[in-house]
């Protein structure tokens, strides 16, 4: 007498084959970009000396300006999103139910982010940059 076991996967096999020769497969990959290149800062950018000006002839309009209480602070960022799908199916829904399927995914979103936050006057008064995280640095920078 044969294990159980072994029935299942013959079973598991069997219909593997039958979805890959029968079915329907297919590959989705997306690659998406969501704002301009954020440079890192220059050098010449230094706390406390340089102004307002400066910054957006460099960098340009940012993507967010947030006011902080008198003060405020031009958020630039690039997100880099890369997902791939992979699906096998068998076309069977007028004579099974429910339709076996077989689906794989995968996303990695990267973030690159420069923050520059400006007393009120317009004086640079800090500055944080980050490339490549996995986090966007403006949602945990307080933290």
Same mark, same amino acid.
């Given at each position: 007498?044969?294990?159980?076991?072994?029935?299942?996967?013959?079973?598991?096999?069997?219909?593997?084959?039958?979805? $890959? @020769?029968?079915?329907?497969?297919? %590959?989705?990959?997306?690659?998406?970009?969501?704002? +301009?290149?954020? /440079?890192?800062? !220059?050098?010449?950018?230094?706390?406390?000396?340089?102004?307002?000006?400066?910054?957006?002839?460099?960098?340009?309009?940012?993507?967010?300006?947030?006011?902080?209480?008198?003060?405020? $602070? @031009?958020?630039?960022?690039?997100? %880099?999103?890369?997902?791939?799908?992979?699906?096998? +199916?068998?076309? /069977?829904?007028? !004579?099974?139910?429910?339709?076996?399927?077989?689906?794989?995914?995968?996303?990695?979103?990267?973030?690159?982010?420069?923050?520059?936050?400006?007393?009120?006057?317009?004086?640079?008064?800090?500055?944080?940059?980050?490339?490549?995280?996995?986090?966007?640095?403006?949602?945990?920078?307080?933290?």
């Amino acid at each position: 007498m044969g294990c159980p076991f072994n029935s299942i996967i013959r079973a598991a096999a069997a219909l593997l084959m039958a979805m $890959a @020769l029968l079915g329907c497969v297919s %590959l989705r990959i997306e690659k998406v970009q969501k704002g +301009g290149d954020v /440079l890192p800062p !220059a050098v010449e950018f230094l706390q406390k000396k340089t102004l307002l000006a400066e910054i957006l002839s460099g960098y340009g309009a940012p993507t967010d300006i947030v006011d902080m209480n008198g003060e405020f $602070a @031009l958020h630039y960022r690039r997100t %880099l999103y890369r997902g791939m799908k992979v699906s096998v +199916g068998v076309p /069977l829904k007028s !004579a099974l139910l429910p339709n076996p399927s077989m689906e794989a995914t995968g996303k990695l979103s990267r973030y690159d982010t420069a923050v520059f936050i400006f007393t009120a006057d317009g004086v640079l008064k800090d500055m944080k940059y980050e490339k490549g995280t996995s986090r966007s640095l403006w949602e945990d920078y307080w933290k």
